[in-house]
């Protein structure tokens, strides 16, 4: 679907006659386990463009299965959120995800499934959702989430316009801004408005007004990222030249490139979105108002986009990286083709946008006065169209090689160096704030990560390690903060389990939340319940997977904190603070009142670090 303009239908209801929103993706779930992801699935790529088709569960009754089945009919994309025992209940005829997922297959539409954490095939299936298991499916990951985006995009048939694209970011991190794209019809480039029957807009000198204030805020804006777009080519241009023949220093580099950064900084910060004024006129307008604000948010998105691609260019191209000159030229082809094939992607969209314009007087001095003074214009011999399905046809060549250059791009670098970049260009600032000079804070970093890319491969989990040995591999990761690292060793307890090399099944969703809240709880520390010894295998008042973070009001951060106030108690009774796994798969917080001395239980810490 195509950003549309009032009388098409399209993205925005407006006033008057639009038709209802179509949709690209449908999202199907089980609202106990699938919900939260399907909702943060549907916010990502309706922020990438996609118009997405988040059902509410509980809404599905009644004639309400009508609407479900025409969206199904009219999406590319089914999403089908796996969480654990998500088709357990498909055995019934009356469940919903199984009457979905029936529609979908049915109606050969492109199936996605998205399996989360714990989620297995039941053994039998009804037959008309069999296929389901033959689906090649996406793991979810929501610690590298972005690079699972990116996968999820791949298996998507739905291409969203670039238009509804302004403000996303993802891991593409679009080297130019989008708006940069107004520029086909600049200098001898043929305006073929000739053939176009129908009102001419603008008509009235009301209409007229409205266009003139809305091409001047364009123009204002298209200043700005044409200004962030030539910083963006200097960067590039800095950089190859180093690569290349080296008559400039890192250091000298660095310098330039700090530069660049700084005075995108500045020009995102200059930008203002439309008056109210403005966005009163263009209410009673063909024009979108949205397209416009979007225009705004696109020059701080872009901005920032360019700034994090510095970042890693940056990082790719120093000595540390350990990539040959030839494959780090490679990467600035790619982050070059990127930021040409947007740029002229754009150009077609911004052609669509102004389509509603049909009177050619009122762009001319846009297009043959302002469009010249832009820097960064990809001047091609190709004629301003009026056919919006040659438009969008030509949209998704240029969005296709873009993606083609972003793989290339994955391929030498890997999925999450982007963002490893970000965070060593943070915390490369964040000690330069402090007072240290460039190269001190650089050199201050590199040790740092040097010292978390030995832990990595020192604590790492391997074939063939016990449930100890892990258990101390997690432990180490955690007093490193470096939690992905203890998730994957909890991930390998899990493993050791299915092979009953473990007695992991009963604590391990505790120990997974655990891993992965850690960072935002700040919570890291606690000893956990694994197991309990009782005859007849029942404790009245703990559960494997519990946490205990607290003694009688003081912190216990490990074992040895627990034995302390076992051992200083002068009395009977004492209370424990625990964590305990909810039916919605996270921690809370519980007190629990203690008599006397508790049934013998495995208890393992959760932190190697010493806290004396």
């Given at each position: 679907m195509r950003p549309a303009k009032p009388g098409r239908g399209g993205l925005f209801t407006a006033k008057k006659g639009v038709e209802a929103i179509k949709y690209d993706v449908f999202i199907s779930y089980r609202r106990d386990g699938g919900e939260y992801t399907a909702k943060i699935l549907r916010d990502r790529l309706e922020k990438l463009g996609y118009s997405v088709f988040f059902d509410v569960e509980s809404l599905r009754s009644g004639d309400f299965n009508t609407r479900l089945y025409s969206v199904i009919e009219e999406c590319k994309d089914f999403i089908l959120i796996l969480s654990p025992n998500a088709l357990d209940r498909c055995q019934s005829e009356d469940d919903w995800v199984r009457r979905e997922s029936e529609y979908a297959l049915e109606r050969g539409k492109n199936i996605v499934p998205v399996m989360l954490?714990?989620?297995?095939?039941?053994?039998?299936?009804?037959?008309?959702?069999?296929?389901?298991?033959?689906?090649?499916?996406?793991?979810a990951n929501t610690e590298f989430f972005e690079a699972f985006i990116q996968k999820l995009q791949t298996f998507l048939k739905a291409k969203p316009p670039l238009w509804r694209r302004l403000a996303q970011n993802t891991?593409?991190?679009?080297?130019?801004?989008?708006?940069?794209?107004?520029?086909?019809?600049?200098?001898?480039?043929?305006?073929?408005?000739?053939?176009?029957?129908?009102?001419?807009?603008?008509?009235?000198?009301?209409?007229?007004?409205?266009?003139?204030?809305?091409?001047?805020?364009?123009q204002t804006e298209l200043t700005h990222l044409d200004l962030i777009a030539d910083h963006a080519y200097k960067s590039l241009a800095e950089a190859?030249?180093?690569?290349?023949?080296?008559?400039?220093?890192?250091t000298a580099l660095s310098s330039q490139l700090d530069s660049c950064q700084t005075s995108i900084r500045g020009l995102a910060e200059d930008a203002s979105p439309p008056s109210d004024r403005l966005l009163d006129m263009l209410a009673d307008s063909p024009f979108n108002p949205a397209e416009l604000v979007a225009l705004h948010d696109l020059v701080s998105s872009s901005a920032q986009e360019w700034i994090d691609n510095i970042d890693h260019i940056s990082w790719m191209l120093s000595p540390n990286s350990g990539l040959s000159d030839s494959d780090k030229l490679k990467i600035l082809d790619s982050y070059q083709t990127i930021l040409d094939e947007d740029m002229q992607a754009n150009a077609y969209c911004a052609n669509e946008v102004l389509l509603v314009v049909t009177n050619e007087s009122a762009l001319s001095d846009f297009l043959y006065k302002y469009l010249?003074?832009?820097?960064?214009?990809?001047?091609?011999?190709?004629?301003?169209?009026?056919?919006?399905?040659?438009l969008v046809s030509a949209q998704d060549a240029s969005w296709n090689k873009q993606q083609k250059a972003l793989n290339d791009l994955i391929a030498i670098t890997g999925e999450f160096s982007m963002e490893l970049a970000k965070e060593r260009a943070d915390l490369i600032r964040q000690y330069m704030a402090s007072g240290m000079s460039r190269t001190q804070a650089e050199q201050y970093v590199e040790k740092i990560m040097a010292i978390l890319n030995e832990a990595y491969e020192t604590f790492s989990p391997?074939?063939?390690?016990?449930?100890?040995?892990?258990?101390?591999?997690?432990?180490?990761?955690?007093?490193?903060?470096?939690?992905?690292?203890?998730?994957?060793?909890?991930?390998?307890?899990?493993?050791?389990?299915?092979?009953?090399?473990?007695?992991?099944?009963?604590?391990?969703?505790?120990?997974?939340?655990?891993?992965?809240?850690?960072?935002?709880?700040?919570?890291?520390?606690?000893?956990?319940?694994?197991a309990y010894y009782e005859p007849g295998g029942v404790n009245e008042v703990f559960e494997p997977g519990d946490i205990i973070v607290e003694f009688n009001g003081e912190p216990c951060r490990n074992y040895d904190e627990y034995l302390a106030g076992k051992s200083g108690l002068?009395?009977?009774?004492?209370?424990?603070?625990?964590?305990?796994?909810?039916?919605?798969?996270?921690?809370?917080?519980?007190?629990?009142?203690?008599?006397?001395?508790?049934?013998?239980?495995?208890?393992?810490?959760?932190?190697?670090?010493?806290?004396?």
């Open positions: 954490r714990g989620f297995e095939f039941p053994e039998s299936l009804p037959p008309s959702i069999e296929r389901l298991r033959f689906k090649h499916g996406i793991p891991a593409l991190k679009r080297a130019l801004p989008v708006f940069l794209a107004l520029v086909l019809v600049a200098a001898g480039v043929g305006y073929a408005l000739s053939n176009r029957t129908g009102p001419v807009y603008p008509g009235t000198e009301a209409e007229k007004s409205t266009v003139s204030e809305t091409l001047y805020y364009i190859r030249r180093y690569v290349s023949s080296g008559p400039v220093t890192g010249p003074t832009l820097t960064h214009i990809p001047l091609i011999a190709t004629s301003w169209s009026d056919s919006q399905e040659a391997a074939e063939g390690d016990s449930e100890d040995v892990l258990w101390a591999k997690l432990r180490a990761f955690m007093a490193l903060q470096l939690y992905d690292g203890a998730e994957a060793c909890a991930d390998a307890l899990g493993e050791l389990a299915k092979d009953g090399g473990s007695g992991a099944g009963a604590y391990l969703p505790a120990l997974r939340a655990f891993t992965r809240c850690a960072d935002a709880t700040g919570i890291d520390y606690g000893v956990m319940v694994t002068s009395g009977p009774d004492y209370t424990v603070g625990v964590l305990r796994l909810n039916g919605s798969g996270e921690l809370e917080p519980l007190t629990l009142e203690l008599e006397g001395d508790m049934p013998r239980m495995a208890l393992q810490s959760l932190n190697g670090k010493n806290y004396e």
